[in-house]
């Protein structure tokens, strides 16, 4: 059963042999979903068998409408977190001197982020979802997959090079699974994505990949 808050828009979807969700509204005009699922099969487990989200019932709710809607949410969320200080334009300086192409530029920024700024999760509140402002990535050496990625965004910035922060889902057993439903459990990982030039093709930056 979920009681959902009233005055917000709800998706939702069902999968494996999950029941479309009964609705109705109570009297204080909380919205209430109820799913039903009987008679489930035993778990069998098996070696490197699929996720059990391709094989059990499951059922999701999410208010962001479409995948749009949760983009705009995330870029709102982390734009004002990147910055560039006159400590890190300085190390960018330090980094690329003497180098001549975008690409040796490109490689000494990441091994920078790589290897000089260790990885560490400190997911506390906002920050499981929000990273910390790069100007602090920077000063404290650390931080997790979407901290590297942003730090590694600004610092590309200050070379001409554009940057994207990207959220996927990292997984070596990657399973299916369906993507309709704009959900932040769909991801686990940020990366950087370098869109494509003239002169280079687009490429993908993982921060961590030591």
């Known amino acids: 059963i979920v009681l959902a808050d009233p005055g917000r828009s709800y998706q ?32 069998v487990p098996e070696l490197r068998r699929p996720d059990r989200k391709e094989l059990d019932p499951i059922a999701r709710m999410t208010t962001y409408r479409d995948w749009d809607h ?8 982390i734009k004002n977190q990147i910055e560039v200080t006159p400590a890190m334009r300085a190390t960018v300086q330090q980094l690329c001197a003497g180098l001549t192409s975008t690409d040796s530029k490109i490689a000494a920024i990441y091994r920078f982020v790589t290897t000089d700024v260790r990885y560490e999760a400190w997911e506390f509140g906002v920050h499981g979802y929000k990273p910390y402002s790069t100007s602090v990535i920077y000063e404290r050496r650390h931080g997790d997959c979407k901290d590297k990625a942003l730090l590694l965004c600004a610092m590309l910035r200050e070379i001409g090079v554009e940057g994207r922060p990207v959220l996927i889902f990292a997984d070596p057993m990657r399973s299916h699974d369906e993507l309709e439903l704009a959900m932040v459990q769909h991801f686990n990982h940020c990366i950087a994505w370098l869109p494509p030039t003239a002169d280079r093709p687009g490429r993908f930056l993982d921060g961590t990949a030591t």
Do not use: C, K, M
């Open 12 to 43: 939702h979807e069902s999968a494996n042999g999950a029941s479309s969700p009964q609705h109705d509204t109570l009297a204080d005009g909380t919205e209430r979903y109820q799913w039903v699922v009987e008679d489930i099969s035993r778990d």
């Open 70 to 77: 949760f983009a705009a949410w995330w870029w709102n969320l």
